[in-house]
């Protein structure tokens, strides 16, 4: 069941360009291989939706990193509209807001998407304020049979996934 959220939110929600606008392009942020991203899902607090190093995805997902933090992307069912998770090494957690900005606008600069959407387990409330730190916006709520998620949002404002 998918839950609207978006009560005008969007004109609250801040643009890609105002989140992106403070960081310069960060030397030591990269793209990297399945092979190389398999070192940031070792812990098993990572492993909550079952990824593990051995089991990533490769093609056509997209892999980054910035410090501790990795950031994994692919295409989405739509055009220009691409899902993305993270995971994080544990001597990183509680300073990851730049790391994963410097991800996404990588990532931004890459493939110009109209919109990156995440899933967040609604049990998960530190992943769940992080993800509204680094400039998601939580758009609606999905119950699926692994549980309940809530759908969050980056883009400009005047795109939206439900209105």
């Known amino acids: 069941m998918l839950t609207d959220q978006n009560t005008s939110a969007t004109a609250k929600e801040p643009s890609v360009s105002s989140i ?58 739509l055009r220009d509209v691409w899902i993305v998770d993270y995971a994080v090494k544990p001597e990183g957690w509680g300073n990851l807001v730049e790391h994963a ?31 509204r730190r680094v400039g998601f916006v939580p758009i609606g709520t999905l119950t699926a049979s692994n549980g309940d998620f809530v759908i969050s949002h980056f883009g400009e404002p005047q795109w939206a996934l439900i209105q």
Do not use: K
């Open 20 to 77: 992106l606008a403070g960081l310069a392009a960060d030397p030591l942020t990269r793209r990297i291989s399945v092979e190389e991203a398999a070192q940031f899902f070792a812990h098993p607090s990572q492993q909550i939706y079952g990824a593990a190093p051995d089991n990533l995805p490769g093609e056509p997902f997209m892999y980054y990193a910035s410090g501790p933090f990795c950031g994994a992307a692919h295409p989405g069912p």
């Open 101 to 131: 900005r410097n991800v996404l606008r990588m990532h931004w600069d890459t493939v110009q998407p109209a919109s990156l959407i995440g899933f967040t387990r609604t049990d998960l409330r530190h992943a769940l304020a992080f993800m």
